[in-house]
């Protein structure tokens, strides 16, 4: 089957780093994703990870290792626009996969 | 060409009623998704075409849906006889996958979505 695990929602405070953790389960791996989606708005394309490794992006950083099935979201310097939702994707063949999310909330 | 871009934004339908969606993607890209998404949740894939192609649907699509491409560019999605746990946000996204390309060559692009309240 089919498998992404998120955690539900994060908190944390404006100016930290925050990590988000995504583990999946799936029948193919051709690349693991993470967007970016703000309350009532479409999801936005944030980091592709295909290789094992750290891919750096700015403020965002996204970790993969396939051989454990994970990946995580690194955050750094967190602004209040960074309130959102985090969805983790897995391309598996054609498709795409995506986690329930974790909705991230950056207090002052 | 900005982006993928749907219509409507939003629907309001009685349930029972028909309502259909039109997608039209990234004009280069070949493939294009659909995608359902209620609050709280992640995207739920639903249908998707290579070209004119539809080549891969969910169980989720029961018989009320309908998914058409027919030329290969714009598509529409058909929902019949509504009921009111269709309510969702129905996402379209294309993507022009090419070996080698790395992130843009794989990534998926997504449209504002269209939100359908069956009331």
């Known amino acids: 089957g089919q498998n992404i695990d998120q955690p539900t929602e994060m908190t944390a405070t404006e100016g930290a780093i925050v990590q988000i953790n995504c583990t999946y389960q799936?029948?193919?791996?051709?690349?693991l994703f993470w967007y970016q989606q703000h309350a009532g708005e479409a999801p936005t394309f944030l980091s592709y990870?295909?290789?094992?490794g750290l891919e750096e992006k700015g403020r965002f950083s996204s970790f993969l290792s396939r051989s454990k099935g994970y990946s995580y979201l690194l955050l750094k310097e967190l602004q209040m626009k960074d309130s959102a939702s985090y969805l983790c994707?897995?391309?598996?063949?054609?498709?795409?996969?995506f986690g329930p999310g974790t909705r991230l909330s950056v207090l002052p | 060409d900005t982006g993928v871009s749907q219509d409507p934004r939003h629907k309001i339908t009685k349930r029972g009623q028909n309502v259909t969606f039109r997608c039209d993607p990234i004009?280069?890209?070949?493939?294009l998704y659909w995608y359902r998404q209620t609050l709280g949740q992640g995207p739920e894939f639903l249908t998707y075409?290579?070209?004119?192609?539809?080549?891969?649907k969910s169980r989720l699509l029961s018989d009320r849906f309908s998914a058409e491409r027919p030329k290969g560019s714009f598509s529409t999605l058909e929902i019949q006889r509504t009921e009111q746990g269709d309510s969702a946000m129905y996402l379209c996204?294309?993507?022009?996958?090419?070996f080698g390309a790395g992130a843009s060559g794989n990534t998926i692009y997504f449209g504002e979505g269209s939100w359908l309240t069956v009331v």
């Open positions: 004009s280069e890209h070949n493939r």
């Open positions: 990870n295909v290789l094992d």
């Open positions: 996204a294309s993507s022009f996958p090419r």
């Open positions: 075409f290579q070209n004119e192609a539809q080549l891969e």
């Open positions: 994707a897995v391309a598996d063949g054609q498709n795409f996969v």
């Open positions: 799936t029948s193919g791996f051709n690349g």
